[in-house]
């Protein structure tokens, strides 16, 4: 018994000179967060232990060879004999035995660990997928909410201006007699006008009218004002007293005066002034009318200047005297040629007092240009 307990105090007196750690419990299985690295942990700490009882038998069965030596000539001698299974290595693989089956029993304890912790990642996920639903309802419900209140509100303000504008409905109700009796004035207003200057209604409503004027000229005027077309003109009411008349480009090209366009006063003298004017110029808008369809010509009446375009490269600029046709003859004022101004000294018909048919019957058969 001695001798045992002398050889276990070599031994471990042996293995601290090898490495004193194995001696020792460790503890770093503790350390560990997962199942997996637990396993990995108690494989490798497995495999550690069987090493170690290897060399421990090992060691021990020298000890005992070397106790029953009497000499060393006995040990170079002695042939080595079986050893059998009652000593070491007997509890050996005892021990081996019960390690392999609570190594099993482990493995069987992990392999349910993990799919116990899987089942509960599992429940997690969904959880968690629910929660965010919930927030995700909740969130709906407030935006819900809002949007009522906003209607809610929206519907607060239109009843206001509802209101408001029945109260506004019925002021201008109140007007509509006014308006109509105003309407009837103006439509006897206008069939008296219209005896005196040939103008036309053509429509009338609150804020102004249209009308179609074909002015007759003086007994003793040799304009030929039938040629002309008839003029659309436009009065418009503001609401600070005054009226503007306005001309529709498309039905004539002469223009309103700049000082008659917008006045103050009585109505019937402006459209007598816009008939006098219109009237003055009957002789040229009704040569214009006439000469657009054989040129391509643009009239421009607040510069009083004629454009004629030649050609794609070709543009001629005729000034127009005021009072023509009566006083002042036509001027050529330039001519351009893709975009290059040409000498037009020479350019002169055989009657320099022409009118602007004769102008552009000359331009257009000029082959100097």
Known sequence: ???????????????????????????????????????????????????????????????????????????????????????????WKALKGDCRRVTEQMEELLATLLQNIETIN????????????????????????????????????????????????????????????????????????????????????????????????PANSNRLSNQVEPLKLSVIWNPDGHFTLEVDPASSPWQMPEDASSRCGDISAALLDAVDNFLGQAGLLAEIQSLRNSFAIDWHPAQRLLVYLKSASILCNLEVPEGYPDSGPVQLREVQRDGQVLNIDTLQPQNPDGSLTEWLMFLSNNPLI
Not at 131 to 153: H, I, P, W
Not at 186 to 208: I, K
């Open 1 to 91: 018994m001695s001798a045992n307990l002398a050889t276990m105090s070599e031994v471990e007196t042996v293995l601290q000179r090898c490495d004193s750690a194995l001696l020792l419990p460790s503890d770093e299985g503790d350390e560990l967060e997962s199942a997996g690295e637990k396993l990995l942990f108690l494989q490798d700490k497995r495999r550690v232990q069987k090493v170690l009882w290897r060399q421990l038998f090992v060691l021990d069965s020298m000890m005992c060879e070397l106790e029953g030596l009497q000499s060393p000539q006995q040990f170079l001698t002695q042939t080595s004999a079986p050893q059998t299974e009652s000593g070491a290595r007997g509890r």
């Open 122 to 217: 599992d429940k997690r996920q969904k959880v968690t997928q629910l929660l965010q639903q919930l927030q995700a309802k909740k969130q709906q419900s407030e935006d819900t909410q809002r949007c009522v209140e906003k209607t809610r509100k929206a519907l607060q303000a239109c009843d206001g201006q509802l209101n408001r504008l029945r109260v506004e409905l019925e002021a201008q109700l109140r007007h509509v007699d006014g308006w109509q009796r105003s309407k009837e004035f103006f439509q006897t207003y206008a069939a008296a006008v219209h005896e005196m200057a040939q103008v036309h209604l053509l429509s009338f409503n609150q804020s102004g009218m249209t009308l179609e004027l074909r002015p007759r000229p």
